[in-house]
Nanobody
Framework: QVQLVESGGGLVQSGGSLTLSCAAS????????MGWFRQPHGKEREFVAA????????YYADSVKGRFTISRDNSKNTMYLQMSSLKPEDTAVYYC?????????????????????WGQGTQVTVSS
């Protein structure tokens, strides 16, 4: 079974930077599109970013464009989320996810239902 483990969360000042990591145990990691989601306390889970299996294409939610960068190192079975210019609104539990469903015409998906495997989440808190 695929296992995903996030790490790197913590407390950071507004305007600061933080990098999250997602370690995948599945052998099919390099063939899978991946994504980051986040869930602020008391709110619904929302899409953050997606990356194609090869890393050649990325897609971001409007709220994080220009501030966050998604990347992956398939040789290490690891995905990353570099976050800069952090805002209090970025405070949330961040989840790593591996896609399992076909997308149709687009390579990416912001729909959590297209992701069959999830990590346990890591807390990111941005102080104002």
């Amino acid at each position: 079974q695929v296992q995903l483990v996030e790490s790197g969360g913590g407390l950071v000042q507004s305007g600061g930077s933080l990098t999250l990591s997602c370690a995948a145990s599945g052998r099919a990691f390099s063939y899978a599109n991946m994504g980051w989601f986040r869930q602020p306390h008391g709110k619904e889970r929302e899409f953050v970013a997606a990356i194609r299996s090869s890393g050649s294409n990325t897609y971001y939610a409007d709220s994080v464009k220009g501030r966050f960068t998604i990347s992956r190192d398939n040789s290490k079975n690891t995905m990353y989320l570099q976050m800069s210019s952090l805002k209090p609104e970025d405070t949330a539990v961040y989840y790593c996810a591996q896609a399992t469903s076909p997308y149709g015409s687009r390579w990416y998906s912001s729909d959590p239902n297209d992701y069959g495997y999830w990590g346990q989440g890591t807390q990111v808190t941005v102080s104002s």
